[in-house]
């Protein structure tokens, strides 16, 4: 079975400032990766995924994640936060079925 | 472009009540699924359908029943509402497959439902 842990329910950074969201999974066969973003009262909007290939995958709005098997990891960051960015996260992962992690809340503050 | 859609978008219910959360799509997807989101546990399967006549169990069924008569419908039933239901639920769509291999989940703008 596959699981994620998102280290961290809120995080709260200045605009301007590294985002830096983490995310850690489990998985026995390898997995899919994603990270999703969820605004206020929407549907969750898919922002990259990792398949097979290149570890560092781009995403919309700039942001990015790099898969690194050594550490079973998907950690999302964007260089520099804008306020529009304050929403929730979430990191799913798959092998037969998605499971997401707990989510986190993103915080941008002027 | 519709995408999936959810009806209703908020509903109140009271203990031992039934009702039906419906979700259809557009894409001609043969994956659908249900979850449900509540705070500081992320979104959990509650059923899924790999295409129409086909159901199974996610992570937390108990309570709900499915079905899947064509490939755009896939209603979620609350035969006995109970507060512990009183939550967001999301429907969710995926061209292949059990949504695994095949990537992306497109989802609906959820459904709120309190249970008194």
């Known amino acids: 079975a596959q699981s994620v842990t998102q280290l961290g329910s809120h995080v709260s950074v200045s605009e301007g400032a590294l985002v830096l969201l983490r995310c850690n999974y489990s998985s026995s066969v390898p997995p899919y990766l994603f990270w999703y973003v969820q605004y206020p009262n929407q549907g969750l909007q898919l922002l990259l995924k990792?398949?097979?290939?290149?570890?560092l995958v781009k995403g919309i709005n700039g942001f990015e994640a790099e898969f690194k098997k050594s550490e079973t990891s998907f950690h999302l960051t964007k260089p520099s936060a804008h306020m529009s960015d304050a929403a929730e996260y979430f990191c799913?992962?798959?092998?037969?079925?998605?499971?997401f992690g707990a989510g986190t809340r993103l915080t941008v503050k002027p | 472009n519709a995408g999936v859609t959810q009806t209703p978008k908020f509903q109140v219910l009271k203990t031992g009540q039934s009702m039906t959360l419906q979700c259809a799509q557009d894409?001609?997807?043969?994956?659908m699924s249900w979850y449900r989101q509540d705070p500081g546990m992320g979104l959990r399967l509650i059923h899924y359908s790999v295409g129409a006549g086909i159901t199974d169990q996610g992570e937390v069924p108990n309570g709900y029943n499915v079905s899947r008569s064509t490939t755009e419908d896939f209603p979620l039933r609350l035969l006995s509402a109970a507060p512990s239901q009183t939550s967001v639920y999301f429907c969710?769509?995926?061209?292949?497959?059990?949504?695994?291999?095949?990537?992306?989940?497109?989802f609906g703008e959820g459904s709120r439902l309190t249970v008194l």
């Open positions: 894409m001609n997807h043969e994956y």
């Open positions: 799913a992962v798959t092998s037969l079925d998605m499971r």
């Open positions: 969710a769509s995926s061209p292949l497959g059990r949504g695994s291999k095949s990537g992306e989940l497109f």
């Open positions: 990792y398949t097979t290939g290149a570890t």
